[in-house]
């Protein structure tokens, strides 16, 4: 099993920046994707981005440009730097992990953009 831990959520004003972090451990051998769904409340699940192990990504058409993920193989590790965050943005996001797609789930992490 692969349990992830995500950090970095929070409250921040229109225009500022967060940085979502989650770490892997358990039976990471097989993992190649990793990346973040979003959800807010009355809104549909939404892919926010994601990472292969290789190194490709791809992103929501809402985040490109102001997003970017990165991958630290060695600590197991995946990373959303979010810029020029917009209210728009406000959603609980969940890092996942899988081999083709997710099959673990973070516990989520609240990111509210307000002034």
């Known amino acids: 099993q692969v349990q992830l831990v995500e950090s970095g959520g929070g409250l921040v004003q229109p225009g500022g920046s967060l940085r979502l972090s989650c770490a892997a451990s358990?039976?990471?051998?097989?993992?190649?994707?990793m990346g973040w769904y979003r959800q807010a409340p009355g809104k549909q699940r939404e892919l926010v981005a994601r990472?292969?192990?290789?190194?490709?990504?791809i992103y929501a058409d809402s985040v490109k440009g102001r997003f970017t993920i990165s991958r630290d193989n060695a600590k197991n590790t995946v990373y959303l730097q979010m810029n020029s965050l917009k209210p728009e943005d406000t959603a609980i996001y969940y890092c996942?992990?899988?081999?083709?797609?997710?099959?673990?789930w973070g516990q989520g992490t609240q990111v509210t953009v307000s002034s």
């Open positions: 996942y992990s899988g081999t083709f797609a997710p099959d673990f």
């Open positions: 358990g039976s990471i051998f097989s993992i190649n994707l």
């Open positions: 990472i292969t192990r290789g190194g490709s990504t």
